[in-house]
């Protein structure tokens, strides 16, 4: 099976799940994320980076209050516009959104819209620069027992995991209806370092 027809069977299979059962199960990986972080120095101020789900993607929201009612900074993909990402070689950035502004957010509202820089306020939305966070959750649509992720085709993680600090942890989140024997992949597609499911 291609990348193409493993993301269409793994997405219906993803989207035939239960309302209540994703969000129970979205419950159970938000918890697991938070243990996790319990391990970081509470003492630093720290930067976690999760996403909006989409559809029916695994929800880490119940993350993202836990960690921004720590103090924690909290943020949040933003796609460049096709001008903004050549010039930076980048199809997306982190940007900083505070305790209960996530609702003034536009890139949080439209998760896969590309945003020119002059689109979003960048004293109210900073981006944060790669090195700062210390986790970044990421999305997937599909993941095999070797770490192997999946993701939507559009390579926005694939280049961008790859200019975080070696000491960022990078975690996969996903249900376990997720899980396939065999993610195909190319050169570019790097394994996750974690994946938590449920």
């Known amino acids: 099976m291609d990348k193409a027809e493993l993301r269409r069977a793994v997405i219906a299979r993803r989207d035939a799940l ?3 059962v994703r969000a129970a199960k979205s419950a159970v990986i938000c918890a697991r994320l938070v243990e996790l972080s319990d391990r970081l120095d509470a003492a630093v101020s720290r930067t976690v980076a999760v996403y909006a789900a989409v559809g029916s993607e695994a929800d880490p929201a119940a993350f993202a209050a836990a960690t921004a009612a720590r103090g924690w900074r909290v943020a949040y993909p933003c796609m460049f516009s096709a001008t903004d990402a050549m010039a930076c070689g980048q199809r997306m ?3 900083a959104v505070s305790a209960g502004d996530a609702s003034e957010a536009p890139f949080i509202a439209h998760p896969t ?4 820089a002059t689109d979003v306020d960048s004293d109210h939305f900073p981006i944060v620069p790669a090195a700062e966070p210390d986790m970044v959750v990421v ?7 070797t770490g192997a992720r999946l993701g939507y085709g559009g390579g926005c ?5 790859p ?3 070696p000491a960022c942890q990078i975690i996969g989140i996903a249900f376990d209806e997720q899980r396939v024997d065999h993610v195909p992949t190319d050169a570019h ?4 370092p974690h994946i938590i499911s449920a």
């Open 113 to 116: 819209r590309a945003f020119a």
């Open 139 to 145: 999305p997937l649509v599909a993941f095999d027992r």
């Open 18 to 20: 239960d309302l209540d």
């Open 157 to 161: 993680y694939d280049r961008y995991l």
């Open 189 to 192: 597609d790097l394994p996750l």
């Open 163 to 165: 200019t975080l600090s």
């Open 93 to 95: 950035c982190m940007r």
